[in-house]
């Protein structure tokens, strides 16, 4: 079976995630791990608009749906034919806002059939009470978060942790297969050990899920 990992470039740290990446491709053979193009996180990534949560920061822009329609129609199947493969399956692994446009993706289309989310920003407005209400179209999550994430000075950031409790439960009660981790450290790191162990979760699901 062939699998292609499909990874957002993540702010500023595109190197480093160059680099994983290539790593990745070495450690797990049976995953081709692909570094999607760098986008506009607070607006391609979220979605729905949103009033900034910093102080000097920009609003969210809530282009996740054009965003979406883009990687269906152009940016995946360009990634792909440069590849020289249909994958049977395709997976997602976000960090951060990253992870939110994830696990709403799963709502939206069955592009992905295994989802991680490390660090999700499951705090965005809204966001828990309208994934509750959603039907989910992936087959199988893992979803991580840092031990002392919800110690953010920012009050908007403060509920991450019943915000991705309240996710988790929305899976939970659909018996959508999942797996979901408590990892060392804040929002921010350590990020790498965090996305390997998520490209393992997926590996490592049976088939039908986790």
């Not at 049977?88 to 446009?101: E, H, K, V």
């Not at 999700?120 to 009470?129: C, H, K, L, M, N």
């Not at 994934?131 to 199988?140: K, L, N």
Request: glycine share 8%; with cysteine; charged share 20%.
């Amino acid at each position: 079976m062939k699998t292609a990992c499909y990874i957002p470039a993540l702010e500023g740290e595109s190197a480093l995630l160059e680099g994983w990446v290539a790593d990745a491709a070495r450690r797990f053979p049976d995953v081709t791990p692909v570094l999607l193009p760098p986008v506009d996180w607070n607006d391609d990534l979220t979605p729905w608009p949103a009033a900034p949560i910093f102080r000097k920061g920009k609003s969210f822009g809530g282009k996740a749906s054009s965003y979406l329609q883009q990687l269906e129609q152009r940016i995946i199947p360009l990634l792909e034919a440069d590849l020289g493969f249909a994958p049977d399956q395709r997976w997602f692994i976000g960090i951060s806002l990253a992870g939110l446009f994830g696990v709403w993706a799963s709502a939206r289309t069955g592009l992905f059939q295994r989802i991680a989310a490390v660090s999700g920003s499951f705090w965005y407005p809204g966001f828990p009470a309208w994934f509750a209400g959603q039907t989910i179209r992936a087959d199988a999550f893992y979803i991580s978060l840092g031990n002392r994430e919800a110690q953010s000075k920012n009050p908007h950031l403060q509920s991450i942790e019943e915000d991705t409790a309240a996710v988790v439960d929305s899976l939970r009660i659909r018996d959508i297969p999942l797996t979901f981790e408590w990892t060392e450290g804040t929002h921010f790191g350590p990020i790498l050990p965090r996305l390997d162990k998520a490209l393992a979760a997926l590996r490592d699901a049976p088939a039908g899920g986790l």
